[in-house]
Structures are given as C-alpha cells and as structure tokens.
C-alpha cells in the first residue's frame, strides 16, 4: 500500500507539554479519540501535559517559551525528558527504520606483488588489506549490499591473443551482490570467507576484473538501493589488457598495459549512475617496466570520471584525485581510513526512510515527527524540523519523502560513532517509533 505524506509548510508539534528547561516545547501525541490538540507553550498553567512530568515540567521549570519548530534547533534532553518524549508515543505502532539502502562492489588486487611487505607493519599488504577489508565489512550496516571479485586470484595463462575471462579471472569465485543482514548473516560470513581463501598470484587483469565485476555483477543486480558504487583496490600497474592480453607468452614477460580503456569503461559506469572509488595501494606508482614512470596518474583521472575526485585535487599530484597511500608511513592505519571515508559516501547515515504505516492508515502526518539523537556518551538532544530557508541544524522532509538531517547536524551525527537517530512519526492519531543508526 503506498503511503502519502501531508505537505504542510510549518511544523508545529501538538500534544504534549514537556518543560526543556526554561523552554517548553510542543510534544507529538496521538490517540484513539482524535489528533492531539496544541497546548499553547505559554500557558504556565497546563495540565494535560502527559508523559508523567508535573504541569510545570519534572525538572520544576515553568518555561514560557515555545520553540519556532520551523526553524530548527536542538534540545538537549535529560533523562525525564526522554522517557516522556517515549511515552508520548500513546497507542501507536512502531516500525525499525534503516539507512538507504546501497550496493557496492568491490574488486581488490591480488596479484603476486600483494606479497611484498606494506610499509609501516610487519605484515605483506595483502595482509593489511585483508585485515581492514574485515573490519570495514564488519562495520556496513545491515542495508548495505555487497558483493566482492579478487583479481587475477589464480594461475594467469598468458597469451598475446584475447582469450575467455576465466583464463585471466577467477570469476567462479566472485561472491554475487546480496543484502548484508545483521551480524553473522550468510552474506557476511560468504564474503569474510572470500577474504580468508583469496590466492595471490602473478599479473593484474584489472580491466577484465572491472568490466566483469561490472557487467556481471553491479550492473544486474536488482534488490533494494538505487545508488551503487565500485571500489577498485590495486598496488601495481595493469599488467594485461582487455580479454586477458598479456605482453607476453613467457613466465617473467611483464608490460605495462594500455589503461586509457579501463578509464573510459569507468567513465561509462558514471554515465549509468555508478561512481567508483580507487585505492592506489603501495606500489601502484610503480611502472612494470623500469622507464615506465609514474603510473598513479591514470588511477587519478579514473577517479575524475569515476566521479569520486578529491576536493582540489590534481591528476598529475602531488595532491592525486583518487586515494593514494603510495607515500602513507603506515599503510595499515591509512587503508582503514581511507575505507572508513568511503563507507561514509556510500552509507547515507543522515537520510532515513519513512516506514509505511500500517495497513489501515494512509498517512504520515509530518507534524507528528520528533527526532532524538542518542549519543555515545548515554546524553541525548532533541533536533526540530527545519523547513524554512536553509536547512542547518536539524531536519526535514527531503523531495522524496524521506527524514533528512540539515548539514551542520548530519556532520554531527557523524563525528559520534555510538550515535543512534530515534524518529517519531505520527501516522494520523497513531505514533510511529522508529529506531536505527
């Protein structure tokens, strides 16, 4: 059943009185007996003020002031405040919201010289890139859909002739895209085992292993998230070229390989909504050749085309538009940020979907809309809607129906990795309580 929401310019939250200090502020409450009606924040004197708090507010305050709820702001909230914001529910339903949903592939180099020791650790930089992969896995929430191919992971059997994929490719142990799920799901546990049975071996494929995990895997794939992303992870120059050309027919014959092609193919992934992100791994300014110079240039203008540029960025560097960890003393450390920031573009933390309501309801009111934010320190704030001009602090309705955090809060919420977002829709004279991170 599909939901409507009431397209109203000015939020006011009616029902119950919660005294915040020297203010007090307008509370969403529905029940069975009709909408709630709007205690005016003036009147020092109200009783039906709900949420077990005296008429003056359990914190004793007889504020006279009420919030412009139109224009944003947060509240910081004791814990009183909260479990009156809770009970203000009354009789209505509760649904878990979630992030938007997103899809990503992943295409991570493999090949022989992911052997070599990573600068900064006792480890090889497969080892540090299996370790952080692990870990970033483990921190995409549930809404994420993920699917992973390792390159060339396998024997190459070279040939200067084009020849099928899987003679480059190990694509019968590509992990297909699904939905991640809660802790120890079967998609988790596919691709931790992926990680863990990844071969490293000689050559890099990366224009195959792109187009494949591409065409075969990101490009298909229909389940829920309408933005899809590639990362591509290399720490070498591509070594083969489209339809597993090598440079040579010899064991040790190792060419530097056109990449021009590989970016035009990310430049046509772009031109179908997909944005891909490049890590230049150490040893991806590395020519295979000993005159092939500097190579990071060409991972930097694929990630120009790709639509994942740094912020005045320069494709020629020393400021390089993709993420290079050539130069990081601490490949690890840097690898784990790197990840992080990209979890961050492609995890929307700060726009939540509005749950349907339930099968005898029609409508989101979004006057009957609070958000609180429990941070990681246990302390909670309560943030307004803000519809007005510019959104900065607070949230709104966004043009497809969706909760939207203003910029200056967004930031927030994301600076606190223990913060929780708890939305409140009324549905008519119904209450929604939706939790999620």
Not at 40 to 50: P, Y
Not at 157 to 168: G, K, R, T, V, Y
Not at 373 to 396: H, I, K, R
């Amino acid at each position: 059943m599909s939901k409507r929401i009431l397209n109203r310019r000015t939020f006011a939250l009616p029902g119950v009185l919660v005294a915040l200090g020297a203010t007090a502020l307008a509370v969403a409450c529905g029940g069975d007996d009709g909408p709630a009606t709007d205690t005016s924040a003036t009147d020092n004197n109200a009783t039906d003020i709900g949420g077990g708090l005296d008429s003056d507010g359990s914190d004793g305050s007889t504020g006279n002031e009420e919030f412009d709820t139109s224009e944003g702001g947060k509240v910081d909230l004791s814990s009183d405040q909260i479990t009156a914001i809770e009970q203000a529910a009354c009789t209505g339903w509760a649904a878990e919201g979630e992030n938007l949903p997103a899809t990503l592939e992943l295409v991570v180099d493999v090949s022989f010289s992911m052997t070599e020791p990573a600068p900064g650790t006792q480890q090889s930089k497969w080892e540090v890139t299996h370790d952080a992969l692990r870990e970033a896995v483990d921190d995409l929430p549930a809404s994420v859909a993920l699917g992973v191919l390792y390159y060339p992971n396998q024997d190459v059997d070279l040939s200067p002739e084009p020849q099928p994929i899987n003679a480059c490719v190990n694509v019968s142990e590509m992990v297909p895209i699904e939905q991640l799920g809660e802790a120890d799901s079967n998609q988790r546990n596919s691709v931790q085992r992926s990680l863990d049975d990844a071969q490293t071996a000689g050559y890099t494929p990366t224009h195959d292993a792109y187009s494949y995990a591409l065409t075969e895997g990101l490009l298909p794939y229909t389940g829920s998230g309408n933005q899809k992303f590639m990362l591509l992870i290399t720490d070498g120059a591509p070594t083969m070229s489209e339809g597993c050309v090598s440079g040579g027919t010899q064991q040790g014959d190792v060419m530097d390989m056109p990449t021009q092609p590989i970016i035009d193919e990310i430049k046509a992934a772009r031109e179908q909504g997909i944005r891909t992100f490049l890590i230049g791994s150490p040893g991806s300014e590395e020519s295979a050749e000993e005159t092939g110079g500097d190579m990071r240039p060409w991972l930097s203008r694929a990630a120009v085309e790709g639509g994942t540029a740094a912020d005045g960025c320069n494709v020629d560097g020393p400021n390089f538009c993709h993420m290079d960890m050539t130069q990081e003393p601490d490949f690890g450390e840097a690898l784990r940020a790197g990840l992080a920031a990209i979890a961050g573009q492609v995890v929307d933390s700060c726009t939540f979907a509005v749950p349907d309501p339930p099968s005898d309801q029609d409508v989101i009111d979004p006057t009957l809309t609070n958000l609180v934010v429990t941070w990681g320190s246990g302390s909670a704030s309560l943030y307004l809607p803000d519809n007005v001009g510019a959104c900065d602090t607070g949230w709104t309705f966004n043009a497809d129906g969706q909760v939207e955090l203003c910029p200056a809060t967004c930031d927030e919420v994301k600076l606190d990795a223990g913060a929780t977002v708890q939305l409140t829709f009324g549905c008519g004279t119904e209450v929604i309580d939706v939790v999620t991170k």
